[in-house]
């Protein structure tokens, strides 16, 4: 199913910017799955589980400020999520819904987790995708390697090249699988070179706001009370085992899966993974 484009007009410090997102399934179903990406992904890594939700969902994929077909914002030091989850609450008013079910994987899972723990929040039912209350210091440190570094590529060869490598922690992929998520995530430059689609600014907040340890989050966690589900990469490096335990026994004591073979993030593009998010969505 070809999924319908919209925009709508989100307003920060600097002025206006367009969000872009996607929609599948009914317009007129007023249960609605939002789904957000992580750093330096888009709306699209959700095709998959969006055709498997379509039947019972209105499901929308957004594209955060600077990525995608969104804008990129004047002052790049907004690219941070108090931003992202403002640009959220004026999305989700253009979807004229009271409460809609989230899945957010990284950067989308602590989104997710932020506007879940406010009052009167719109999120009813939670899953996050390998991500929550503590970052570790070592995936920062990871992400900061390539993020923002705006390499151009001369083919789509070379740019699945690139992903592959920078996108392994993903875990196995077919070579099909790899093309998508190459092709979903790079333009065309005039010269028909290739580039990634995110605006390369996005990483002067994240690097200039490293912390010096893992950064945590746990007041956040502690205030949410919607169900929720965490799945983790058995691999990964930004959120461990001890930290999923903690989120199991506080907060919204929240139901853990941890998938097998796979580091961050796991992609939700196979079959076992969206199982699992629409066995919970739906129970």
Known sequence: MKPRQRFVKCASP???HRIAYLEWGDPKNERVLV??????RCARDFEALAAAMS??????????AGRGESTWLADPMLY??????????TVLARLDVEGVHWVGTSMGGLI?????????????KLVINDAGPVVSKVSLERIASYVGMAPVFPNIEAADKYVRTVSATFGPHNDAEWRFL???VTRKN???????HYDPKLAEPFRKFMPEGDMELWNFWDAITCPTLVLRGELSDLLTRDTVAKMAARGPKAKVVEIAGVGHAPTLMHADQITLVRDFLLS
């Open 14 to 16: 600097r002025g206006l």
């Open 35 to 40: 789904c957000v990406h992580g750093l330096t």
């Open 55 to 64: 039947d019972r969902y209105r499901v929308i994929g957004v594209d955060v």
């Open 80 to 89: 941070q999520i108090p931003q992202y989850v403002s640009d959220m609450v």
């Open 112 to 124: 997710g987790m932020t506007l879940a723990s406010l009052p009167d929040t719109p999120i009813k």
């Open 182 to 184: 190459t092709e979903i």
């Open 190 to 196: 005039p010269d028909g070179s290739l580039r990634l």
